[in-house]
């Protein structure tokens, strides 16, 4: 802060640098209010934002779910995936066709299930602790690494 700044009598007294120095001293603080206001409002805005998508990505979760059921099996196993992490059906069902012949109990050595999961990847999906031949836990897991970009892990099937 500038020495001597205060009141009337000390405003007379300074130089013209010391008025500049002032000057800018007001801007910078004014310019700082702006920012804070400014990133506020983008806070709010981008958390209405978050919570508008997650509400879409649960109706679609839920609308699903309720036309799907009767349906049951591996179909609407996929059907959920898909609509839990934003991914195409169609590519989902045509992983687990070339991987499995849609057999959810099928295996091949150390990969099992609907999408053949080896231990190395199930362990980093978020339902690692079902088991690999659930369907339902497969379609959510191999959705999760599509949506997250792994397709590369089925690399003869994922294309």
Not at 26 to 39: G, V
Not at 119 to 143: G, I, K, M, N, Q
Request: hydrophobic residues 40%; contains cysteine.
């Amino acid at each position: 802060m500038l020495a001597g700044v205060g009141g009337a009598a000390d405003f007379a007294e300074r130089t013209p640098t010391e008025h500049a120095l002032a000057q800018e001293a007001q801007n910078a603080d004014k310019l700082r209010a702006q920012i804070r206001r400014e990133r506020a409002k983008h806070r709010k805005a981008l958390a209405t934002t978050v919570k508008r998508e997650r509400n879409k990505r649960r109706a679609a979760v839920r609308r699903v779910v309720a036309t799907t059921r009767k349906s049951g099996g591996v179909q609407h196993a996929i059907e959920v995936g898909a609509a839990a992490y934003g991914v195409s059906p169609s590519r989902l069902r045509a992983v687990a066709r070339c991987e499995s012949g849609f057999n959810p109990a099928a295996t091949n050595g150390r990969y099992v299930g609907l999408f053949q999961f080896g231990t190395t990847l199930w362990r980093t999906t978020p339902v690692a602790e079902l088991s690999r031949s659930d369907p339902y836990a497969a379609s959510l897991a191999a959705a999760w690494a599509f949506s997250r970009g792994m397709a590369g892990h089925w690399p003869v099937c994922g294309r």
